[in-house]
């Protein structure tokens, strides 16, 4: 049975949409009537994710290769959104990018490069929402818990998210004024090809309870509370989806 119809006629954007909580994501807003766009930088991933959500309840779901990092590509995605379906009601920052290195070892590139994707790229979005949404638009920036405890070797992966939630809580004020609502999500522990390729889950440095690991439809169903009527009340919030990791003594 599908869930209810929260979404029916609203146009989503996702990005990073084409694996992981990103696919997820898009699949909640077509089995809930939302009409989606998967924005992918890997336009055969984007296509079979815009297929996937084609089968889950959203016949015109449309995939557009994207890099987020880059602002131009960005106006492009969201002006081919706008010929397409006339509007723009969700955008889902979620693309991400990690380099796993000890902090003496990472270059002005590795930061820059990750930056681009998981801080530059969200506001680039959020940037074209303001411009183009109408009120009752929403915003949901994917961070993580990262960005409130950390380990080691993803130095600049974590202070990117910490500066999304930043992000979020100014859009916020901004958006506010605007009919605009933004909030975020930070995702623990999720069954993700991001997870399984962590060094130092590799390596046993980090050792994962069973018990702590989510699967991305969990982070799914948060993003699509926030981006609904729902949540109409909620602005500016960072919540936390972890199992309760971060809250063990």
């Not at 954007?13 to 694996?19: E, K, P, Q, Y």
């Not at 902090?103 to 490069?113: G, I, K």
């Not at 506010?176 to 930070?186: E, M, Q, T, Y």
């Not at 969990?218 to 960072?238: K, M, N, R, T």
């Amino acid at each position: 049975m599908n869930p209810a119809q929260r979404f029916r006629d609203r146009v989503c954007i996702v990005t990073g949409g084409n694996s992981g909580i990103g696919l997820a994501t898009v699949v909640r807003f077509a089995q809930e009537g939302g009409r989606v766009v998967v924005v992918a930088r890997n336009p055969e991933k984007g296509e079979a994710a815009a297929v996937k959500a084609r089968e889950a309840g959203a016949p015109d779901a449309l995939s557009i290769p994207c890099d987020v990092s880059d602002e131009a590509a960005v106006e492009t995605t969201v002006r081919t959104t706008l010929d397409q379906f006339g509007r723009l009601d969700v955008v889902v920052n979620n693309a991400g990018l990690m380099v796993f290195k000890p902090l003496v070892e990472h270059t002005a590139d590795d930061w820059t490069n990750v930056l681009r994707v998981d801080l530059l790229g969200a506001f680039f979005f959020t940037r074209q929402a303001f411009l183009h949404m109408k009120p009752g638009g929403t915003i949901v920036n994917v961070s993580s818990v990262h960005a409130v405890e950390t380990t080691p070797l993803v130095a600049s992966y974590a202070a990117a998210k910490a500066a999304l939630v930043s992000l979020t809580h100014s859009a916020a004020l901004e958006g506010r004024d605007l009919g605009i609502r933004v909030n975020a999500v930070l995702p623990g522990a999720i069954d993700t090809p991001m997870l399984w390729e962590n060094p130092n889950v590799k390596s046993g440095a980090e050792t994962i309870d069973p018990k702590d690991v989510g699967k991305p439809e969990d982070v799914a169903a948060a993003i699509a509370f926030l981006a609904s009527e729902e949540a109409a009340f909620v602005q500016g919030a960072a919540m936390r989806v972890d199992g309760g990791r971060l809250a063990k003594l």
